[in-house]
Nanobody
């Protein structure tokens, strides 16, 4: 079992930056591929970014590519999402997710691949 807790959300003006953090506890975090998803009111949960447990590979949604950066620190059991040049359409609840995998370089963009989820953190971008 892995417990995930997000933090770092808040209210920011358009063009600003935020860094989200996800703290993992429980099983060996370094064997887990991790992802960030978001859900805006009235919309389905969507993929934002993902990272392999080896930290070799990352993937991003087209809507955030070049603005968001996912990273991890396996020694600290942490995953981060650095968000820059924020837009009003980035407003959503952001969720951290994890799945155990044997493939060190694999990352996943489908929500139903992930077994563990955090409770979410609200990000609101004012225009």
């Amino acid at each position: 079992q892995v417990q995930l807790v997000e933090s770092g959300g808040g209210l920011v003006q358009a063009g600003g930056s935020l860094r989200l953090s996800c703290s993992a506890s429980g099983r060996t975090f370094s064997n887990y591929a991790m992802g960030w998803f978001r859900q805006a009111p009235g919309r389905e949960r969507e993929f934002v970014a993902a990272i392999s447990w080896s930290d070799e590979n990352t993937g991003y949604a087209d809507s955030v590519k070049g603005r968001f950066t996912i990273s991890r620190d396996n020694a600290k059991n942490m995953v981060y999402l650095q968000m820059k040049s924020l837009k009003s359409e980035d407003t959503a609840v952001y969720y951290c997710a994890g799945v155990r995998t044997f493939y060190s370089g694999a990352y996943y963009y489908k929500a139903n691949t992930y077994d563990y989820w955090g409770q979410g953190t609200q990000v609101t971008v004012s225009s």
